[in-house]
């Protein structure tokens, strides 16, 4: 499966942005999925993971809340929206699936294919 990023850009801290990331090849149905974020200098955490069947979905800390994931399989679209936006969630956000999973299981590794990267800046 190919993944294609986008939405990010440059918001206000308090604001909101929605990620979009287009599947090709496969849907998102039969994956796991989550969105993971890069800052400078550190790791890629995960910041939200969503279950193949799209019944269960997992949150960083420190976006509980703020952030919501989640999937349109007809549209092969996994999206996140990001609200109430601050600027520690400055970083490259990418998008995620992980093959090999549970229908209803929510993963924080194995994830094999990437989209390319989009970047979100909140300013103060």
């Known amino acids: 499966v190919q993944l294609q990023a986008s939405g990010g850009g440059l918001v206000q801290a308090g604001g909101f942005l929605r990620l979009s990331c287009a599947a090709s090849?496969?849907?998102?149905?039969?994956?796991?999925s989550g969105w993971f974020r890069q800052e400078p200098g550190k790791e890629r955490e995960l910041v939200a993971a969503?279950?193949?069947?799209?019944?269960?979905?997992y949150y960083a800390d420190s976006v509980k809340g703020r952030f919501t994931i989640s999937v349109d399989s007809a549209k092969s679209t996994l999206y996140l929206q990001m609200n109430s936006l601050k600027p520690e969630d400055t970083a490259v956000y990418y998008c995620?699936?992980?093959?090999?999973?549970?229908?209803?299981?929510?993963?924080?590794?194995?994830?094999?294919?990437w989209g390319q990267g989009t970047l979100v800046t909140v300013s103060s």
């Open positions: 995620s699936a992980r093959p090999n999973s549970i229908s209803s299981s929510i993963y924080t590794t194995g994830y094999s294919y």
């Open positions: 090849g496969r849907t998102f149905s039969r994956y796991a």
């Open positions: 969503i279950s193949r069947s799209g019944s269960t979905t």
